[in-house]
């Protein structure tokens, strides 16, 4: 079966067909965070839903260009420096950094491109883009010197929400500084400068102001990756109003359809319950370190439940997490094992040897649930092979090739680090992705293989301890000393 979205636009699955399906090349735009406050868990399952994907396209053989945007322009983030006392470029650096930082941790791969909506090149684009929306009678300036789109101008607005306009216009509540606009549902392109804006201001035709946050992405998705796109990502808090939005403004300048493919991520819950400040149950990423989690059990967590599915999250949950990681480990630590011995054990039957139901489950609407139903079943069957002395050698090996090649998608780091007889240093896993073991721990770790080489226990503790100190663990197996860093994120 080809590879397979579920589509917001129609509602319905679709055999993914790229724009230019001879260049295998795709372009992908993902709604980035504003940089307000650090991101929580929440915004994180979008982040990896979407790394998900990316991840999967370059399996199946696709070059991804992918560009997230920050916003770092808002009345958020205006209002947070003004409240800090700090200028705005100042304040949202900040959350900038631990943007980057929280993404590392969960191992969430760069996108190609991160455009920051202050940037001139970019308000330039979006200056440019509400012109030509005012020139084709699409947008107007209203008495507050703010510019909106037109909306009313616009037939299909409303088609990827589903949303019935004359629905918002009885329901519409119209608030005080929404008096100027034509329609209950017009929204801003340029919102005039005020006081509140402090310093934070650009030049414009329609008097100096500020780009409202759906043209960002229009401009820089443009800028970035042409007039039309192949994939379009975010979390269905995105729906409506941005992403109508979003295609309103492009499609009105260009006249051509945008996106072909929106894919949005559904919300997550923290025990069963909206997050939120006031509940207590908002967490960012430090803060499920802090509770002795590591990135790669927080990723493991927010990855293992199909996007379009609510997630619930939970301590318990994060448990276990932590404990199919290990089973993993394991199981990767007996294949490693294994492929070392040379014909020991009896030919495999051919029911455990790997196949492609990991990636067509994923074809599937990445259907990660039932890849993760296949590894586990595949790991409990092959560990029942190995306790019957039913596994050879080779058959072990394309097992770990299995791993290599699906772990791509997972992006779960490697866990451990042998340290043979003679101090000598194999990566577990048995595949390609080294881990840098520092020279202090490497150290240690050779002369424990001396204490323990002369039974000197005491010497043998010690050094264990100097090298958990250190931040590893080290656990004893007939190969060798088994180093695990502990926050192996
Ligand atoms: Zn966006």
């Not at 650009?202 to 043209?215: A, K, L, M, T």
């Not at 790997?354 to 990660?368: G, Q, R, S, V, W």
């Not at 293989?449 to 080290?474: F, H, T, Y």
Request: net charge negative; hydrophobic share 35%; proline share 4%.
């Amino acid at each position: 079966m080809a590879l397979r979205f579920f589509n917001t636009y129609s509602r319905k699955i679709e055999e993914f067909e790229p724009r230019d399906p001879a260049a295998r090349a795709i372009s992908m735009y993902t709604c980035g965070p504003t940089v307000y406050s650090r991101a929580h868990i929440g915004n994180f399952r979008a982040y990896i839903f979407e790394d998900l994907l990316q991840r999967h396209l370059e399996l199946r053989g696709y070059q991804v260009h992918r560009v997230m945007n920050i916003t770092d322009v808002d009345d958020k983030t205006i209002r947070g420096a003004r409240e800090a006392k700090v200028p705005l470029a100042k304040f949202t650096e900040q959350f900038k950094e631990a943007f980057v930082e929280d993404s590392e941790i969960l191992r969430i791969k760069p996108a190609d491109e991160f455009p920051a909506a202050t940037d001139r090149r970019y308000i330039d684009r979006m200056i440019e883009m509400i012109g030509e929306l005012i020139e084709r009678g699409l947008a107007y300036q209203a008495d507050d010197k703010s510019v909106y789109f037109r909306i009313n101008k616009f037939p299909d607005y409303g088609r990827l929400a589903h949303f019935d306009l004359t629905q918002l216009q009885s329901t519409g509540r119209v608030k005080h500084d929404e008096y100027d606009k034509e329609h209950i549902g017009d929204f801003a392109l340029w919102k005039a400068w005020d006081e509140e804006d402090g310093d934070v201001k650009w030049e414009s035709p329609w008097g100096p102001g500020r780009p409202g946050w759906h043209i960002e992405c229009s401009a820089m998705s443009m800028a970035l990756l042409g007039d039309q796109i192949d994939i379009h990502c975010g979390g269905v808090d995105n729906i409506f109003p941005h992403h109508e939005a979003e295609i309103a403004q492009s499609e009105g300048v260009t006249g051509k359809k945008f996106v072909r493919y929106w894919l949005h991520c559904a919300h997550l819950l923290v025990d069963g319950q909206k997050m939120s400040k006031s509940l207590g149950n908002f967490y960012t990423v430090p803060d499920v370190l802090a509770k002795g989690y590591t990135g790669r059990e927080l990723r493991y967590a927010l990855l293992r439940v199909h996007y379009r599915v609510p997630l619930n999250f939970t301590w318990e949950g994060m448990k276990e997490a932590r404990e199919s990681l290990g089973r993993i480990d394991e199981w990767l630590a007996r294949l490693d094992e294994v492929a070392k011995q040379e014909n020991a054990q009896r030919p495999t039957p051919n029911a455990q040897r790997p196949t492609a139901a990991f990636e067509e489950a994923l074809d599937d609407d990445l259907n990660i649930s039932a890849a993760l139903g296949f590894l586990f079943e595949s790991i409990r069957q092959t560990n029942r092979a190995m306790d019957q002395n039913q596994m050879d050698a080779a058959t072990a090996g394309a097992w770990l090739n299995w791993w290599g090649r699906v772990n791509t998608v997972l992006g779960f780091p490697h866990q451990f680090v042998l340290v043979g007889e003679t101090g000598r240093f194999t990566v577990g896993g048995g595949n390609a992705h080294m881990i840098h073991v520092p020279a202090e721990v490497a150290e240690f770790a050779k002369e424990r293989e001396n204490a323990r080489r002369e039974k000197n226990w005491e010497r043998s503790d010690e050094l264990r301890d100097k090298i958990s100190a250190l931040g590893w663990e080290v656990r004893d197996t007939k190969n060798g000393q088994k180093l695990t860093p502990r926050d192996a994120s």
